[in-house]
């Protein structure tokens, strides 16, 4: 036993020997760092969920580092609001907190900080990212600073070293407005697709209402008549196949909006007694959006219904329109009934 721990103390002492001085110091510091973020006090901070060195936020030539936390907050980090204001370090601490503290107090900027930028500053949010502490502010704060020496410059209230301050705030605040601080940060750090998915909730209220409203004739009977036309099936006074309530979902329902098909299921579903749905779906939809919405891409489709030819014809054309958004797929061309 002795001898193999030997051995195995060998091959360890040969791999230190073989590696550099900079990886034997990552390979510490690394340790270090998986210490210090199992502490418990350490584990309380909110932690980087999205974004990266590597990804900053880019306005023209600028690169500033960004991150979204686990609580939702966008924030930038301390030296990264320096860069962006062409602002040096000076002697601050926790990467620029006082500095720029220090110049929001000054008489030249303070009298045109709102209250907002005031406790924006007051203290800096600690974060984890990458297994290292870091520092920043909610990403609002730009624009808040920017409008600030802005205005201070409009009073001609900022001294000479402030004045190329006021040139980089203008180029920001121009930066903003076209895109907004919020859309920028959540595109750098690749948050943009979870933020899409949680603001499909907001989307779907729009078009989706928890009250009933007692539509009739919704749905142009003219419609289904080409759909049989399409098929080659025998019209039978509106009498429909089941699979035509496949159709329904397929090519309106689950191209509206993402989402919608979904949540009509969730929010109607099939009775386990008789298998049927207690209301109509379009009964949810809302008399702002949601129904306009249908009632328009309804007559759409009995357009392209009109000027096709085969079945097929139609549903390709329908299927390059408007994409499918959910969770239908199509039934083979040659289904019947």
Same mark, same amino acid.
């Given at each position: ?13 040969? *791999? ?38 590597? /990804? ?17 907050? /966008? ?34 900027? @303070? ?16 974060? /984890? ?10 990403? %609002? ?31 920001? $605040? ?14 750098? %750090? ?6 899409? #998915? ?17 539509? %009739? ?18 019209? @039978? ?11 329904? @979902?397929?090519?309106?329902?689950? #191209? ?9 299921? #969730?929010? @109607?579903?099939?009775?386990?007694? %008789? ?30 219904? *009109? ?8 549903? /390709?054309? $329908? ?9 239908? #797929? ?6 019947? $009934?």
């Amino acid at each position: 036993m002795s001898d193999e721990k030997s051995i195995q103390s060998m091959g360890g002492d040969a *791999r230190k020997a073989a590696l550099t001085p900079e990886q034997r110091s990552e390979i510490a510091r690394n340790a270090a760092n998986a210490k210090w973020e199992k502490s418990p006090a350490v584990q309380k901070l909110p932690k980087a969920t999205h974004g990266s060195p590597d /990804r900053p936020l880019r306005i023209g030539a600028l690169e500033i580092p960004c991150y979204v936390l686990d609580n939702g907050q /966008r924030v930038i980090t301390q030296a990264g609001v320096l860069a962006a204001l062409d602002m040096s370090p000076g002697t601050a601490t926790k990467g620029g907190g006082d500095r720029i503290t220090n110049f929001v107090s000054t008489k030249s900027i @303070n009298p045109f900080a709102s209250n907002n930028l005031r406790e924006m500053i007051k203290d800096a949010i600690k974060f /984890r990212a990458q297994g290292n502490m870091a520092y920043g502010y909610e990403a %609002t704060i730009l624009p808040e600073i920017c409008d600030a020496v802005l205005e201070a410059r409009n009073a001609l209230a900022l001294n000479h070293q402030q004045k190329h301050i006021a040139k980089q705030a203008e180029i920001l $605040v121009r930066a903003f407005a076209r895109v907004g601080i919020i859309a920028l940060v959540d595109e750098a %750090t690749g948050f943009q697709e979870i933020r899409d #998915r949680q603001a499909l909730a907001e989307i779907l209220k729009k078009y989706i209402d928890g009250e009933l409203y007692k539509w %009739t004739e919704t749905f142009p009977l003219a419609l289904y008549k080409e759909i049989f036309r399409l098929k080659g099936w025998a019209w @039978n006074n509106g009498k429909m196949p089941q699979v035509v309530g496949h159709y329904t @979902n397929d090519l309106v329902y689950d #191209r509206l909006t993402k989402g919608m098909l979904e949540e009509l299921k #969730r929010i @109607n579903p099939k009775s386990a007694e %008789t298998g049927r749905r207690k209301h109509r779906n379009y009964q949810f939809l809302t008399p702002e959006i949601g129904y306009p919405a249908l009632n328009q891409r309804l007559y759409e489709l009995l357009g392209m219904a *009109r000027a096709s030819v085969t079945w097929e014809q139609f549903y /390709r054309l $329908v299927d390059k329109t408007y994409p499918r958004m959910g969770e239908t #797929r199509p039934l083979p061309f040659a289904e019947d $009934v």
